[in-house]
């Protein structure tokens, strides 16, 4: 059974299978009481903001505030660095959507930062599959969705290898077969200049205050649904 994700790319045979997207991740020291009276933030909920190149946030137990989000978003030949380092300019430049959503917490000091990759389809949907005469079965391309759909696919791999109908071997996603993504150089560049493309999306959005065109034409042309 694979169940490799973002490292679907080093086994073999499977390079353009599912592409390691890079998401990277600070979390701020502790905030005073004051700055969470500021900002407002008492349910704990998790946040987004919803842009096409996003980000996402959730207030810590012990009172900080962790954002993640993309920072170089893919390495040439679906490589993975293997260190979960975080560059400087990924760092600064979460710090800075950090302080754009919640001024308050402009002074707080970053104690800690980290990345990882996920597995991205070339349409980027979810697909979990079993073959029984070949023995192999497979599920992924969660695109950043695993805590919740990998727990959901994990219980159809099972009704799909003991051969049981079910509720959820009838999902959508069951036996899916998404293409294969562009050899290089192209899939490099196309990922790159259609993040590029968003940025800008996201750029036209914030200064018109309405949906972009542009992030709408991008995601028709990436496949992106």
């Known amino acids: 059974m694979r169940a490799t994700e973002g490292y679907t790319a080093g086994l073999r045979g499977l390079r353009r299978a599912l592409v390691p997207m890079n998401s990277s991740m600070i979390v701020t020291e502790p905030l005073p009481a004051g700055a969470w009276e500021e900002i407002g ?3 704990r909920e998790v946040v987004s903001d919803g842009a096409h190149v996003y980000v996402y946030l959730q207030r810590t137990e012990d009172g900080r505030i962790a954002i993640g989000g993309r920072g170089v978003p ?3 030949g679906s490589r993975n660095d293997g260190s979960g380092d975080t560059a400087p300019a990924t760092v600064a430049s979460l710090r800075e959507k950090l302080i754009e959503m919640f001024p308050a917490a402009a002074g707080a000091e970053i104690d800690h930062a980290w990345s990882g990759v996920l597995g991205v389809p070339r349409d980027w949907c979810i697909s979990v599959a079993a073959d ?8 992924g391309g969660y695109v950043g969705e695993g805590v919740a759909a990998a727990n959901l ?3 159809t791999l099972r009704d799909l290898i003991l051969g ?3 509720e959820l071997t ?3 996603w069951v036996g899916r077969a998404p293409r294969r993504w562009e050899p290089e150089p192209l899939r490099w560049g196309a990922i790159h200049s259609v993040y590029a493309l968003y940025r800008r999306a996201d750029r036209n959005e914030q200064r018109g205050r309405r949906p972009s065109r542009l992030g709408r034409l991008v995601d ?5 649904r």
């Open 164 to 166: 049981e109908r079910s």
């Open 153 to 155: 696919a994990g219980r």
């Open 74 to 76: 893919y390495r040439y």
């Open 170 to 172: 009838t999902l959508p």
């Open 132 to 139: 029984p005469g070949a023995g192999l079965a497979w599920a």
């Open 41 to 43: 933030w008492a349910g």
């Open 220 to 224: 028709a042309l990436s496949g992106r």
